[in-house]
T-cell receptor, first 113, second 116 residues
Framework: GDSVTQMEGPVTLSEEAFLTINCTYT??????LFWYVQYPGEGLQLLLK?????DKGSNKGFEATYRKETTSFHLEKGSVQVSDSAVYFC????????????FGQGTELSVKP | GAVVSQHPSWVICKSGTSVKIECRSL??????MFWYRQFPKQSLMLMAT?????????EQGVEKDKFLINHASLTLSTLTVTSAHPEDSSFYIC????????????FGEGSRLTVL
């Protein structure tokens, strides 16, 4: 069935390091793709999204490009901060999903000063 | 932005009792809400789609008699874990669509259930 696979964590980086969190998906058709972030003790928040191939979602310095040919939606940030420490979830929706999302397993990021 | 609130944020109960978790959309009306379950270090698993004024739609493998969902108003959905057992201990998260405005999906902060 349709699924989302993320790189396993935890990922530990020093402040100002470059971040990549890989995400690949399987799906029929062309689903919308999302990255959500969950800060400690809080609910999930939408970080960015892309709704069609080659779209680039961006927010707070994070970027992800919808790559149809590789079925990927990798999350990147050029210079991470301690405040970026959180769990990041890749997710896909789809046509007629009506808000139903399929999530990856989440990747915990820890940024050290 | 729109806010979705869950209550309680954490609950401990004895085995065999029932526990109700509320999910409220605070500043928008939500005809559809979703309930997820999250195990430690694992992904969110969609349990059911809650539809205002009608029966919930459960995902395959989710016991509807075990996890009762009621969506009696446009701002409130409840999940009741009936006859809870330790294996029901988990983090339960709801989400709601702000259909009338952005169409964006907003998540509650989650409710941690521990069954002793």
């Amino acid at each position: 069935g349709d699924s989302v696979t993320q790189m396993e964590g935890p990922v530990t980086l020093s402040e100002e390091a470059f971040l990549t969190i890989n995400c690949t998906y399987t799906a029929t058709g062309y689903p919308s793709l999302f990255w959500y972030v969950q800060y400690p003790g809080e609910g999930l928040q939408l970080l960015l999204k892309a709704t069609k191939a080659d779209d680039k979602g961006s927010n707070k310095g994070f970027e992800a490009t919808y790559r149809k040919e590789t079925t990927s939606f990798h999350l990147e940030k050029g210079s991470v901060q301690v405040s970026d420490s959180a769990v990041y979830f890749c997710a896909r929706g789809g046509q007629n999903q009506g808000g139903k999302l399929i999530f990856g397993q989440g990747t915990e990021l820890s940024v050290k000063p | 932005g729109a806010v979705v609130s869950q209550h309680p944020s954490w609950v401990i109960c004895k085995s065999g009792t029932s526990v109700k978790i509320e999910c409220r959309s605070l500043d928008f009306q939500a005809t559809t809400m979703f309930w997820y379950r999250q195990f430690p270090k694992q992904s969110l698993m969609l349990m059911a789609t809650s539809n205002e004024g009608s029966k919930a739609t459960y995902e395959q493998g989710v016991e509807k008699d075990k996890f009762l969902i009621n969506h009696a108003s446009l701002t409130l959905s409840t999940l009741t874990v009936t006859s809870a057992h330790p294996e029901d201990s988990s983090f339960y998260i709801c989400s709601a669509i702000d259909v009338d405005n952005t169409g964006e999906l907003f998540f509650g902060e989650g409710s941690r259930l521990t069954v002793l």
